[in-house]
Structure formats: structure tokens, C-alpha cells
């Protein structure tokens, strides 16, 4: 790796609270080193079409307890090609961009990795709400969305003890479980549906809500993730097998959005200013995860071929406590 002078930032992929913490300690910690920092406005996107911004110490004053990104983001069918990536490449010289730190997901880090290959000094952090990057324990924006799942079942329960209801609450993760499985324990909630535990409707939905009301219950929580997804419709079988009505609540993008937590904000900054250490220390084409709670950098390649099961000690969990 080469003298290191200009580092370039950007957000990719679906926004995440937290990404504009990390942000500010990406160009706080970059520009307390002495390099040029630039900011990438709407991900690949706007580093295809050079869409760039020199930035100081202010342009990321007051945003560490902003929700979404200030540098805005985007999901880029072009850049996944190779005239599209050539376009970068030409921007990135124009703007004598030696590395760029991308903060997103695994979608994110496959174009870094591509760049990468051109010559690129590239890290990625983790900053999405679906906790699903394999080679991390913990993504940026996940402690958030868990948290304003976890305020909204709190509202729902209201709700359904007093009409004594059953509510199925769809909450988001792509294909992965993990709010689901940490909101239905946090939330109390009689089943968790994932898409990663298979499951009978039956046996797991149907039958802890009928033993829970021979046991004394009036209302009823099901957890179920977006990956599953057919909230309407389990909701619907579940009234018809029970005579229990049941309400369907798809929680949507309100979990994106919101100020961050304190852990999303501390890790943001955590992360964001290790990833500026790791260039410094010469290690470029790196991921930034955390592993065993510590904040490690891992090969980009190695990190993509990474595969993170669910907990099912968590599941397990989730079923005794739910009686
Ligand atoms: O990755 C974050 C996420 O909100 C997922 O939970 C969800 O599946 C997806 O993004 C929705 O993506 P879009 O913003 O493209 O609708």
C-alpha cells in the first residue's frame, strides 16, 4: 500500500441510525491524522458521477445524534458493471482518491471488494439494521431498530390487553432473524417466527397461544420476521383456530429511521475511527467486525466468505419464557 493522502467515505445500502456517528469519526479521525477526507454523496452513485465534497471538522458537526446519513445513500444497478466501476475508478483518480471507507452492508462491500481489485485501498464497516453481515457480531443501526421495535411492542401489548387480542408484528432483517428473536424476548411475545428455524404454524404459533389462554392468558404477542413474512395472513389463521382477534401490525420503515442509541453511537464512533487506524497502519481491503465484543479487521475476501448461524440458545430462550 502506498503513501496514504485522500480517503473518500460513503453510505451504501439501506440507511442505518448510527451511520452519521461513524461518519463523523471516519473524517474526524482521518483529518486529526493530516489526510484529505472527501465525502461521497449517495453511495456508489454519487462516486460514479462524482458527486464528492472536501470535508472538515464542521461538515459533521451536529449530526452524531442524526438518524438516517447526511451523505445520503443508494442501492446502484450500474456500478455493479464493469463500465460503471471503470467510472469510479476515472472519478476516484480525478480526485487523487487513494482509499474509501464504505459503510454498509454485504451488498456494499462486494462493490468494494471490486474496486479493490482496480487498485483501491478499501475498508468496510458495518452499518445496517438486520445485524446480517456474517464476519460481525454487531452491525451499526441494529441496537436502534431493536429499540424502537421493542417501544412499538410495548404500545401494541397496551393495546391488545385491553381489547385482549392477539397482535402479529412484522419487523424487518432481510433474511435474517435477529430483531425478531432479540424484540420477541425483550417483548415477551408467545412465538417468534424466523427464517432461519423452520416452523409448524400449528405447533409453534397456534398451540403456545392456546395453552397460554388455558393457563390464564388475555392477550398474545407473535414476533414475526419480514423474512418469513404473511403477517395478514398468519393473522387470519390464528383468529380462525382460536376465535381470538387478531390484529397484523407490519412495522416498516419506522425502524430505519430515529436518533441512535448511545451503543450505536459509541460503536459508530468506535468503528469509524478504527477503520481510519487500520489505513494508517497500512492494512487496506479489510472489514471491520466485531468478535468476541473486540473491534478486529478481517480480510475483505475472507469476511465475505464468512457464514453467521442464529443463536438457537436465543430460541430456545424465547420458547421457555413465552409460557
Ligand atoms: O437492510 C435494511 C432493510 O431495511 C431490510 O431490513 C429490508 O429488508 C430492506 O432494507 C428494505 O430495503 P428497501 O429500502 O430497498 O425497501
Redesign the pocket.
Known amino acids: 500500500m502506498g503513501e496514504l493522502k485522500s480517503i473518500g467515505v460513503l453510505t451504501s445500502?439501506?440507511d442505518?441510525p448510527g451511520m452519521n456517528a461513524t461518519l463523523r469519526a471516519v473524517v474526524r479521525t482521518g483529518i486529526y491524522y493530516g489526510y484529505k477526507m472527501l465525502g461521497i454523496h449517495k453511495g456508489y452513485d454519487g462516486l460514479m458521477h462524482g458527486d464528492i465534497e472536501e470535508m472538515s471538522l464542521r461538515s459533521v458537526g451536529d449530526i452524531i445524534q442524526r438518524g438516517g446519513t447526511i451523505l445520503q445513500t443508494a442501492?446502484s444497478a450500474e456500478f455493479a458493471t464493469d463500465a460503471g466501476m471503470e467510472k469510479a475508478m476515472n472519478i476516484a483518480n480525478v480526485y487523487e482518491m487513494d482509499s474509501l471507507v464504505v459503510i454498509g452492508?454485504d451488498g456494499s462491500y462486494r462493490g468494494a471488494k471490486d474496486l479493490a481489485a482496480r487498485g483501491m485501498n478499501v475498508i468496510g464497516l458495518p452499518g445496517?439494521?438486520?445485524n446480517?453481515i456474517s464476519c460481525t457480531e454487531y452491525t451499526i443501526g441494529y441496537d436502534t431498530a431493536m429499540n424502537t421495535v421493542l417501544d412499538a411492542i410495548d404500545k401494541i401489548r397496551d393495546t391488545s390487553y385491553s381489547h385482549e387480542r392477539c397482535s402479529v408484528l412484522e419487523v424487518?432483517?432481510?433474511k435474517a432473524g435477529w430483531i425478531a428473536i432479540n424484540c420477541g424476548i425483550a417483548g415477551g411475545a408467545e412465538a417468534v417466527v424466523l427464517p432461519e428455524n423452520p416452523f409448524d404454524i400449528d405447533q409453534d404459533i397456534i398451540k403456545p397461544i392456546i395453552d397460554g389462554r388455558n393457563r390464564g392468558k388475555k392477550h398474545y404477542l407473535v414476533i414475526l420476521a419480514?423474512g418469513v413474512g404473511g403477517a395478514v395472513e398468519i393473522a387470519k389463521y390464528i383468529e380462525e383456530k382460536t376465535d381470538i382477534v387478531t390484529r397484523a401490525t407490519i412495522l416498516g420503515?419506522i425502524?430505519?429511521g430515529g436518533s441512535p442509541s448511545l451503543m450505536d453511537r459509541v460503536m459508530g464512533s468506535r468503528m469509524g475511527a478504527f477503520a481510519v487506524e487500520t489505513l494508517r497502519a497500512g492494512r487496506s481491503n479489510r472489514i471491520i467486525a466485531v468478535q468476541g465484543g473486540k473491534i478486529v479487521d478481517l480480510d475483505i475476501t475472507e469476511a465475505l466468505n464468512m457464514k453467521k448461524g442464529m443463536d438457537m440458545e436465543l430460541v430456545e430462550l424465547s420458547r421457555i419464557l413465552a409460557m
Open positions: 445500502g439501506g442505518a442501492r452492508g445496517t439494521i438486520d446480517d424487518m432483517g432481510r419480514e420503515y425502524q430505519r
